[in-house]
């Protein structure tokens, strides 16, 4: 049996906020401000999330929804609780308006 590459296992009490791609890796951002690095590109966790939950927002990002604090439709961006800031893709704003 092939060996799962994530580096470090969620705990169900942490909650992921944010998926950050970083070449063929993920930076998983996680609800009490910690990183954890998996050796999945990002692609693979779009296909396996809930869709209801998480939705990638551009090349590099996708968030939970339970996260977003304010949304800026005049500026394609919405903001994370932990106040980190998102730029939405022209293409996905449709699916993101429908989304919300």
Do not use: C
Request: no cysteine; proline share 2%; aromatic share 8%.
């Amino acid at each position: 049996m092939k060996q799962p590459k994530i580096i470090q296992k969620i705990p169900r009490e942490k909650k992921i906020m944010l998926m950050e791609s970083n070449s063929n890796y993920t930076i998983i951002h996680l609800s009490d401000g910690k990183k954890l690095l998996s050796g999945y590109n990002l692609k693979f966790y779009e296909d396996r999330t809930d869709n209801q939950s998480f939705m990638r927002l551009n090349r590099s990002e996708m968030i939970n929804k339970t996260f977003v604090k304010l949304i800026n439709l005049d500026e394609f961006s919405l903001t994370l609780n932990n106040g980190r800031r998102v730029h939405i893709s022209r293409r996905r704003m449709k699916a993101f308006q429908a989304w919300i």
